[in-house]
C-alpha cells in the first residue's frame, strides 16, 4: 500500500514543485518506488521530471475524467527513476468539467487506488490555490507536506491551507494530517530567516520537519535540464537536503 502525500501551499512559488520532483528522486535513491502526480496545468513537475508536456498521448486529465486509466498514462521518468502521471494545460479544463461529474472530490483517489500497489510514496504536486484540483489532491492523500519560505509574510495565508485540510479531514477524508512543514530556499545569512525558522519550531514543535532546504542555484537550474536537482548535480547542498529530507520522509511513515 503506498503512502499519499500532497505537497501544497495555496501560495505561487514557494517551492512546491523542487519539493515534490526531488523528494521523488531522493526516495527513489532509498529504493522507493515513487509515483509523481503532476496536479498543475503549469506541468512544471512534469517538465521538472524530463517529461515533454507537449507531446503527451495521456495525462492526469483524462485519467481525472474517466477517459484513461493511470496505467496509460503514466511515463517513466529516466532522470529520476521514479513513474510520473503528467499534466500540461489541458487539466486547467478539469476544473469546470468536473463541475457535472459525481463524486469530483474524488476522482483523483479513485484513480490512484488502482495503482497503489505499485508503490511505495506517492507524491501529488498540487496548483497554487485551494481548487478543486487540490481538493482532489487532499481527498486522495494521507498527509500534506507544506513547503515555506522563512520570511515574514510565509505564515500569512498558512490558515487558510490550515482550515482547508481542517474541513477536508472533517468531511471528506478521515485520513487526512498535516506531516509537516518543509523549510525551503533558506538562507542561513539572513537574521530574519533565522527568526522565522526559530519561530515555527516554537508554534510547530514536531510538525516541522528537521530538514532544511537550502536556497541553492543548482535546484533552480536542473528544471531546465529536464533533471530533478537530485541527479543534475547530487553533491550539491540543494541536493543533498533533498535526499536528506527522503530519509526523514521514510522513518517518519513508520510512525503513522
Ligand atoms: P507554483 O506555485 O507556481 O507552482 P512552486 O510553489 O511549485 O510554484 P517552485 O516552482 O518549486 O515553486 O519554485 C519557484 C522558483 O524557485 C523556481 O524558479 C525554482 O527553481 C526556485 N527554487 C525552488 N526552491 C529553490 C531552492 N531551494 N533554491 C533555489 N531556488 C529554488
Ligand atoms: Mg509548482
Redesign the pocket.
Known amino acids: 500500500m503506498a503512502k499519499i502525500f500532497c505537497?501544497a501551499?495555496q501560495?505561487?512559488?514557494?517551492?512546491?514543485?523542487?519539493?515534490?520532483?526531488n523528494l521523488a528522486a531522493g526516495l527513489a535513491q532509498l529504493e522507493q518506488r515513487v509515483l509523481l502526480v503532476d496536479l498543475?496545468p503549469?506541468g512544471?513537475?512534469t517538465m521538472?521530471a524530463g517529461i515533454n508536456k507537449s507531446g503527451l498521448e495521456a495525462s492526469v486529465y483524462e485519467v481525472m475524467l474517466g477517459m484513461a486509466d493511470v496505467t496509460k498514462a503514466r511515463q517513466h521518468s529516466v532522470n529520476g527513476k521514479f513513474d510520473v502521471l503528467p499534466a500540461n494545460r489541458e487539466l486547467a479544463g478539469a476544473e469546470v468539467e468536473m463541475v457535472e461529474l459525481d463524486n469530483r472530490e474524488t476522482r483523483l483517489k479513485s484513480a490512484l487506488a488502482t495503482v497503489d500497489a505499485d508503490y511505495d510514496f506517492i507524491l501529488i504536486?498540487?496548483?497554487?490555490a485551494l481548487s478543486m484540483l487540490t481538493l482532489n489532491g487532499l481527498c486522495a492523500a494521507h498527509g500534506v507536506i507544506i513547503?515555506m519560505q522563512c520570511e515574514y509574510y510565509a505564515l500569512e495565508g498558512l490558515s487558510d491551507l490550515v482550515n482547508t485540510i481542517k474541513k477536508v479531514h472533517a468531511k471528506l477524508n478521515p485520513d487526512l494530517k498535516i506531516i509537516g512543514l518543509l523549510r525551503?530556499?533558506?538562507d542561513p545569512r539572513m537574521t530574519l530567516s533565522q527568526q522565522v525558522s526559530a519561530q515555527l519550531e516554537q508554534h510547530f514543535g514536531d510538525k516541522i520537519f528537521k530538514t532544511i532546504?537550502?536556497?541553492?542555484?543548482?535546484?533552480?537550474?536542473?528544471?531546465s535540464y529536464g533533471m530533478p536537482?537530485v541527479t543534475f548535480d547530487p553533491a550539491s547542498k540543494?541536493a543533498q537536503?533533498y535526499i536528506a529530507f527522503g530519509a526523514e520522509m521514510v522513518e517518519r511513515i513508520k510512525t503513522l
Open positions: 505537497v501551499n501560495k505561487g512559488g514557494v517551492g512546491k514543485t523542487t519539493t515534490a520532483v498543475d503549469q512544471n513537475a521538472g504536486d498540487c496548483p497554487p513547503p525551503v530556499m533558506f532546504i537550502p536556497r541553492n542555484v543548482r535546484l533552480a537550474e536542473a528544471p536537482g540543494g537536503a
